[in-house]
């Protein structure tokens, strides 16, 4: 599938100065990404914000479908935040397909620490879509 090449994306465009700047792999129906992000985009004081949490949570998911050749959208999406993420420190993300219903997807997230521990999680619904 040809992606539209959206360099201003929040959550990969490498032109949006504001934005996450996330570099996803993604091969068939899983997806990851290493990040560490700066204080710009905390909560509390070095804490960063479960919005940003979920924006990346809700990227490895979609991803893991995008895979299959897929373009989606979010249709629901649950998040359990087990532990906080801190700035400046480096975590992994991992997205995963876990059912195939042809338009519709299930799909599970993860956010890790360095050492394995599980510091966030989501399921997600998807929708494909043609366009």
């Known amino acids: 599938m040809e992606l ?3 360099s201003m994306s929040f959550a990969w465009g490498k032109e949006n100065e504001k934005g996450l700047k996330l570099d996803i ?3 068939e129906g899983k997806s990851n990404t290493k990040f560490s992000l700066n204080k710009s985009f ?20 979609a991803w893991s479908v995008i895979s299959l050749d897929k373009r989606v959208v979010t249709a629901e999406m649950n998040i ?4 906080p993420l801190y700035s400046n420190t480096e975590y992994k993300a991992f997205g995963e397909i876990i059912e ?3 338009r519709v997807f299930k799909t599970y997230g993860k956010i ?10 989501s ?7 043609k366009g």
């Open 123 to 129: 399921y997600g619904t998807y929708m494909a879509f």
């Open 80 to 83: 359990k935040y087990k532990k």
């Open 42 to 61: 905390c909560g509390w004081a070095d804490v960063i914000h479960g919005g940003i949490i979920a924006t990346i949570l809700d990227e490895v998911m």
């Open 25 to 27: 792999d993604f091969k």
């Open 112 to 121: 890790v620490d360095t050492n394995g521990k599980i510091l966030a999680e």
């Open 4 to 6: 539209n090449n959206n």
């Open 100 to 102: 195939n219903k042809k």
